[in-house]
């Protein structure tokens, strides 16, 4: 089972866009190709009892990534980049609209924030009890009452914020994307630098769950606590916050071939990552993945890949909460995966490589029935899907 709040008592406790103020549409990256934001966590721990700052030989997701390589990126935490947009659509530094813009319901005030890593961009919450209030939830049922989400896009799709009218609810791989894994309770898990007023919750995303589409919703958790979640369901009728996204730059990734295959392995497009197309301890004969599933504790999960990576000459290892995430659809259940893209996946918990923040005795999991992602201690054995970069 996931943690639990005794348990936990009784435990314990690519490039990156350094431009000039410039029009924002000619600093993000296209939206669309699922590019991925890294989770922000760069600690990591060679015991599994304590956090180091040093990441290096532990196959862990901090010793990889944008984290890494811009761990104090002053336009965002860890390899997150953002860029504040006012109401009247002009970015910060631009125009009428001041580099310091402060939140509010001015014109010249800040409301959005693009998302430069992912090309989307974000409303972002006031405390002044207007439409956007960070205090008000809301249903997820879409019977037109004033307090279901369906109504709160509506009402500020008429506003125009930020001069833009096709704002939406995420998906559940776009809320993830803003989530920082290095936050843990009481703070939310998000850089409140550049989204303030975000509350520790779950909030809404647009996806219904495969078999409960009328009654159940994926949400995303921006609280890192004992509830253990990241991402998981709610029922509709639940009252949660909304944060609603729109492209800001409009991609081209739904018209390209999304996975190419050669041989074993399997090249995801739209992230720029190459898997192993069978789960750890099968092989692709050409057909299938033959052979059982090897099963791993948290420790010696990267241990195997490391091991992989030596064998192989391949940089293969242990892919991060975000990365795994990627390739869920939660359109399918048992397993939630494109299965002939990844054949051999079994509806069960398979490990990522993204410690949970608030102790280093354990990690994150993605269970593939369904799609959710879940913290669990070290000694839980699971198997694993590898992940290197494409080439």
């Not at 934001?37 to 196959?59: I, K, P, V, Y």
């Not at 048992?334 to 354990?362: C, K, M, Q, R």
């Amino acid at each position: 089972m996931p943690l639990s709040t005794p348990t936990f008592l009784a435990a314990a406790a690519a490039a990156v866009f350094t431009v000039a103020a410039q029009p924002a549409a000619a600093q993000v990256a296209p939206a669309g190709t699922l590019r991925l934001n890294d989770t922000g966590l760069n600690r990591c721990t060679h015991d599994f009892s304590h956090f180091d700052a040093d990441c290096t030989g532990t196959g862990q997701d901090g010793e990889f990534g944008r984290d890494v390589a811009f761990p104090a990126f002053a336009n965002g935490h860890a390899g997150f980049s953002f860029l504040k947009v006012c109401n009247s659509g002009q970015a910060a530094g631009t125009g009428s609209c001041s580099a310091q813009a402060q939140v509010g319901a001015g014109p010249d005030d800040w409301g959005c924030t693009i998302d430069r890593v992912t090309g989307l961009e974000w409303e972002v919450k006031t405390r002044d009890g207007g439409l956007r209030d960070a205090g008000t939830t809301y249903t997820n049922i879409g019977d037109g009452r004033d307090t279901d989400a369906a109504a709160f896009v509506a009402a500020v799709d008429a506003q125009g914020l930020c001069g833009q009218a096709d704002w939406r609810l995420p998906t559940t791989h776009e809320l993830q994307g803003i989530i920082d894994f290095d936050h843990a309770y009481p703070t939310p898990s998000i850089d409140a630098r550049f989204f303030p007023n975000t509350l520790a919750a779950h909030y809404w995303t647009s996806e219904a769950y495969v078999t409960q589409e009328t009654t159940v919703a994926w949400v995303g958790s921006f609280i890192m606590d004992p509830s253990n979640v990241d991402v998981t369901t709610d029922p509709r009728t639940a009252r949660n916050p909304v944060r609603l996204v729109r492209e800001h730059q409009h991609g081209q990734a739904g018209d390209k071939k999304r996975y190419t295959f050669d041989g074993d392995e399997v090249t995801d497009h739209w992230t720029h990552l190459t898997w192993l197309r069978c789960p750890s301890g099968q092989s692709w004969d050409g057909s299938e993945c033959l052979g059982a599933r090897q099963r791993f504790d948290f420790p010696d999960a990267f241990k195997y890949a490391q091991l992989q990576a030596t064998i192989t000459g391949k940089a293969w290892r242990v892919p991060n909460a975000k990365e795994l995430h990627s390739i869920v659809d939660h359109t399918r259940k048992h397993p939630a995966v494109n299965t002939h893209a990844f054949p051999g996946t079994s509806s069960e918990l398979y490990w990522t490589g993204t410690p949970y923040a608030w102790t280093a005795t354990g990690g994150w999991a993605l269970n593939f029935d369904g799609g959710h992602v879940l913290a669990y201690y070290q000694s839980y054995t699971f198997p694993l899907r590898l992940v290197r970069d494409a080439e």
